[in-house]
């Protein structure tokens, strides 16, 4: 059983609150010039949010955790990696960059610099071993290259996952394109020519020229595919889909993948935190990512990325619904999103990253 500490948003100033979980989860900064994560460089990796989201973890939650690792004796950068999907800001480095500084997030405003973990090119890893559907999993460099890592997770609804927490921040946020894209694989394309009208739009948005139309339907060069869902959101008449059980082999390819960048870390001390605010039914890659689910609940810390997301699924659950959702406990966002969100925290338990057993203790 793992403990996770819990700061509720009742319990007054959450600056305050994020500072009393590191030094209960790692240890207090009181202790000036000893860094306490171990190694000098540490990587603080959040998503800094999609151009025109507004949900995302604020500037100054990131900034606090800077400051906790500044005072134990740390080096501190924030880190994130380039997006999968081509729609949208943050698809290079360079539009990466100009996105979170658009969103608030700084090398003056956060006191550390900031660094696109796979650039160059987004391909920029070390390989670990993956497991059954994602074989080789590539972990960012300058993720595995860090002495320690701090992951910062806004919990929020996901399309696929049915929630997105620490796991999922591990197994998308931390890798490069291209195990990215094994992940979005395993729930592969699937085509249903009696729906197809031929009007060609799934091929004029595809950025990777993985589409051309031969005698008014569609065809994949999967070698080009990325399998980002680009034609597929695209497509108004639903004769592109995902496999039967895709969201299922999406999360158990994303807990190996997750599991991967836990290897590359091995003998490091990597800590979670999870804010539970502004849930939404989306990720923090949709702009906007849709109405707020329940009430603010808090900030969770632990050293078991299973355990606490875990524990914000049940917090979630016993939080106040907001008016206008039909649904109800248990996995609210699974529900939403017409899946199991304990699957990929049941895969992740089984390949040995955490516990869905916790303890949890407010601080």
């Given at each position: 059983?793992?403990d996770?500490?819990?700061?509720?948003?009742?319990?007054?100033?959450?600056?305050?609150?994020?500072g009393r979980?590191?030094e209960?989860?790692?240890?207090s900064?009181?202790?000036?010039g000893?860094?306490?994560?171990?190694?000098?460089?540490?990587?603080?990796?959040a998503?800094f949010?999609?151009?025109g989201?507004?949900?995302?973890?604020?500037?100054?939650?990131?900034?606090r955790?800077?400051?906790?690792v500044?005072?134990?004796g740390?080096?501190?950068?924030?880190t994130?990696?380039?997006?999968?999907?081509?729609?949208g800001a943050?698809v290079?480095v360079e539009?990466s960059?100009?996105?979170?500084?658009y969103?608030?997030?700084?090398?003056?405003?956060?006191?550390c610099?900031?660094?696109i973990a796979?650039?160059?090119?987004?391909?920029?890893?070390?390989?670990?071993l993956g497991?059954?559907?994602?074989?080789?999993?590539?972990?960012?460099r300058?993720?595995?290259?860090s002495?320690?890592?701090?992951?910062?997770?806004?919990?929020?609804?996901h399309?696929?996952?049915?929630m997105?927490?620490?796991i999922?921040?591990?197994?998308?946020?931390?890798?490069?394109?291209?195990c990215k894209?094994?992940q979005?694989?395993?729930?592969?394309i699937v085509f249903?020519?009696e729906?197809?009208?031929?009007?060609?739009?799934?091929a004029?948005?595809?950025?990777?020229?993985?589409?051309k139309?031969?005698?008014?339907?569609?065809?994949w060069?999967?070698?080009?595919?990325?399998?980002?869902?680009?034609?597929?959101f695209?497509?108004?008449?639903?004769a592109?889909?995902?496999?039967?059980?895709?969201?299922e082999?999406?999360?158990?390819?994303m807990?190996?993948?997750?599991?991967g960048?836990?290897?590359?870390m091995?003998?490091?001390?990597?800590?979670f935190?999870?804010?539970?605010?502004?849930?939404t039914p989306?990720?923090d890659?949709?702009a906007?990512?849709?109405?707020?689910v329940?009430q603010?609940?808090?900030?969770?810390?632990?050293?078991?990325p299973?355990?606490?997301?875990?524990?914000?699924?049940?917090?979630?659950?016993?939080?106040?619904?907001?008016?206008?959702?039909?649904?109800?406990?248990?996995?609210v966002?699974g529900?939403?999103?017409e899946?199991?969100?304990?699957?990929?925290?049941?895969?992740a338990?089984a390949l040995?990253l955490?516990?869905?057993?916790?303890?949890?203790v407010?601080?």
């Amino acid at each position: 059983m793992s403990d996770v500490y819990f700061f509720s948003f009742e319990r007054g100033d959450v600056l305050d609150g994020i500072g009393r979980l590191l030094e209960t989860c790692v240890g207090s900064s009181s202790d000036r010039g000893r860094n306490k994560l171990g190694g000098k460089r540490v990587a603080i990796k959040a998503h800094f949010g999609e151009l025109g989201n507004y949900t995302h973890i604020r500037p100054a939650f990131v900034r606090r955790v800077v400051d906790y690792v500044k005072e134990a004796g740390g080096d501190p950068f924030a880190t994130e990696t380039t997006a999968l999907y081509p729609e949208g800001a943050r698809v290079t480095v360079e539009e990466s960059l100009r996105t979170a500084a658009y969103n608030g997030f700084t090398s003056e405003g956060l006191g550390c610099p900031i660094v696109i973990a796979d650039g160059p090119d987004g391909y920029n890893g070390v390989q670990t071993l993956g497991g059954r559907l994602v074989k080789k999993v590539k972990v960012a460099r300058s993720i595995a290259d860090s002495d320690s890592l701090i992951v910062l997770s806004h919990v929020k609804g996901h399309v696929l996952s049915g929630m997105g927490g620490a796991i999922k921040n591990l197994a998308m946020g931390c890798t490069t394109k291209d195990c990215k894209r094994e992940q979005h694989k395993a729930h592969g394309i699937v085509f249903n020519s009696e729906r197809c009208v031929g009007c060609g739009e799934c091929a004029e948005v595809c950025r990777f020229e993985a589409l051309k139309i031969v005698d008014e339907r569609p065809v994949w060069d999967w070698d080009k595919c990325f399998y980002c869902s680009t034609c597929r959101f695209n497509c108004k008449y639903g004769a592109i889909e995902i496999l039967e059980n895709g969201k299922e082999n999406f999360q158990i390819g994303m807990a190996e993948a997750a599991a991967g960048v836990m290897k590359a870390m091995e003998g490091k001390a990597t800590v979670f935190l999870n804010f539970i605010f502004d849930v939404t039914p989306m990720c923090d890659c949709a702009a906007p990512a849709g109405r707020l689910v329940v009430q603010n609940v808090g900030v969770l810390a632990s050293k078991d990325p299973v355990a606490i997301d875990s524990a914000s699924i049940d917090l979630i659950d016993s939080a106040e619904l907001l008016p206008s959702w039909k649904v109800t406990p248990p996995d609210v966002l699974g529900k939403i999103n017409e899946t199991d969100s304990w699957i990929h925290i049941r895969e992740a338990e089984a390949l040995g990253l955490g516990s869905r057993k916790y303890s949890l203790v407010m601080v």
